[in-house]
């Protein structure tokens, strides 16, 4: 996402110098070394055969995500988000009571990192992209969620009405599809984005097989300034795939019977 201090002031790598960023980028991540001690092999959790997060770097060779700021960085918070990124933070350290204590991911009901803005993660980072005359649909590999973005000119939702996703709206600027999404709730919190986040997305085939996707968050209740990234997209051949993870799964039971064990045995030691 952003660039990395030794890149600091370099916008975009040498071909040499992101071979060798990608080989000790993917020697690092590598999770079929094993941990130094038991706990650290248990805490790897799944190896790498897992995972699918790209071999290799955008073509177009920068040396971030975020293109502005020019120096490659989100900006920072301003106070009143910096509190309430470290409440979450704390609220997500407490014991959970209930399903509701529980992150959005973790009840498999969103995966906010999936979209909006849609960004790469550990695996799954597929998307299929449906075009009708009136409308334009996005299905999320990421925990299967569709958006659906209208493009009949439609105002947004009043205010009242939030959603996890937002609420998109859609047209046409040229050759690039501009996506004018608000309406937010306060459920999702993208790099510490609030529910007032604007988020102006626009995608542009730059060839048959390529997308240059670009994101703006506009959202001055939560980041000093406005702030932009691009990635690449690559056509891939499909289909994708269901990713089975549904609300109420056995894991979500089995973390919230741990808690429970948890504090009977806190009880029975006081």
């Not at 609220?91 to 009901?109: M, V």
Request: proline share 8%.
């Amino acid at each position: 996402m952003e660039r990395p201090k030794a890149f600091a002031g370099k916008e975009f790598f040498t071909a040499q110098e992101a071979a060798e960023f990608t080989r000790v980028t993917l020697e690092r991540s590598n999770r079929d070394k094993r941990g130094a001690t038991p706990q650290e092999d248990v805490n790897g959790a799944y190896n790498e055969a897992w995972f699918d997060r790209g071999s290799k770097l955008y073509p177009n060779l920068r040396t971030s995500i975020v293109v502005d700021p020019a120096d490659g960085r989100v900006p920072p918070l301003i106070r009143t988000a910096r509190e309430a990124a470290a409440a979450r933070a704390d609220a997500q350290a407490r014991r959970p009571e209930g399903p509701e204590d529980f992150g959005l991911p973790i009840r498999c009901l969103l995966w906010p990192a999936a979209g909006p803005p849609m960004m790469p993660g550990p695996y799954n980072n597929n998307y299929e992209i449906v075009q009708t005359r009136d409308s334009f649909g996005i299905d999320v590999e990421m925990i299967h969620d569709m958006r659906i973005i209208p493009l009949d000119g439609r105002p947004h939702l009043p205010p009242s009405i939030r959603q996890w996703m937002g609420d998109p709206v859609g047209h046409w600027e040229g050759d690039t599809l501009v996506v004018d999404t608000t309406n937010f709730s306060d459920k999702t919190h993208f790099r510490g984005a609030d529910q007032n986040l604007h988020l102006i997305e626009r995608f542009k085939l730059l060839d048959a097989n390529t997308i240059e996707y670009r994101f703006t968050v506009d959202n001055p209740t939560a980041f000093v300034r406005q702030w932009t990234g691009e990635i690449i997209m690559s056509r891939t051949p499909g289909p994708l795939y269901e990713y089975a993870c549904h609300e109420g799964n056995y894991s979500l039971v089995d973390m919230l019977r741990g808690a429970r064990s948890e504090e009977k045995s806190i009880t029975t030691l006081r």
